[in-house]
T-cell receptor, first 114, second 114 residues
């Protein structure tokens, strides 16, 4: 248990569905991230939130929509996804302002788009 | 453009011997480097880190070496144990980046055989 909880752990959705991934951290961190891990690729940074404000969007398609209502919660809203969006989606948190700290990851959500 | 590279996708080592995992980076602004270990269907877990002001950091069986002039770091595991079998990711961040997001390599799959 790393203090970062992601739900659901597994999700299968059709291309016309709308679903949301949830991330919650209990570490008091002020930066949260969404990463995507596809097979044989590095972890790809999708979004960065600092103090609830989005500071980075790494050219992510608009069918992925993040939301950060407070510094402890992060959502990733999904709609009209494509099969190639099937991947492991990882949430992480880190204490901003202290560069020499590690990020803590959740267990991930294994998403399958059919 | 990938800024953190792990050129060996896999490595097999006998139990008790040394495992050496390598990582190269291109961004000279990176000043903090980390190694993560990942099991299938789980999020990465932090293993060890090193600041750019150091060239070596040791924690038990794990040692990370940093060669800034070569933009290269390595993780040594001595002695290797079967439980060390996992995918190891190298990551780097720059304190000049407001989000302190981690940039990851593709990972090296380590197999430690009895």
């Amino acid at each position: 248990e790393t203090g970062v909880t992601q739900t659901p752990r597994h999700l299968v959705m059709g291309m016309t569905n709308k679903k949301s991934l949830k991330c919650e951290q209990h570490l008091g961190h002020n930066a949260m991230y969404w990463y995507k891990q596809s097979a044989k690729k590095p972890l790809e940074l999708m979004f960065v939130y600092n103090f609830k404000e989005q500071t980075e969007n790494n050219s992510v398609p608009s069918r992925f929509s993040p939301e950060c209502p407070n510094s402890s919660h992060l959502f990733l809203h999904l709609h009209t996804l494509q099969p190639e969006d099937s991947a492991l989606y990882l949430c992480a948190s880190r204490q901003r302002g202290r560069a020499s700290t590690e990020a803590f990851f959740g267990q991930g959500t294994r998403l399958t788009v059919v | 453009d990938q800024q953190v590279k792990q050129n060996s996708p896999s490595l097999s080592v006998q139990e008790g011997r040394i495992s050496i995992l390598n990582c190269d980076y291109t961004n000279s602004m990176f000043d903090y480097f980390l190694w993560y270990k990942k099991y299938p269907a789980e999020g990465p877990t932090f293993l060890i880190s090193i600041s750019s002001i150091k060239d070596k950091n040791e924690d038990g069986r794990f040692t990370v070496f940093l060669n800034k002039s070569a933009k290269h770091l390595s993780l040594h595991i001595v002695p290797s144990q079967p439980g060390d079998s996992a995918v190891y990711f190298c990551a780097a961040s720059a304190s000049s980046n407001s989000g302190y997001a981690l940039n990851f390599g593709k990972g090296t799959s380590l197999l430690v055989t009895p």
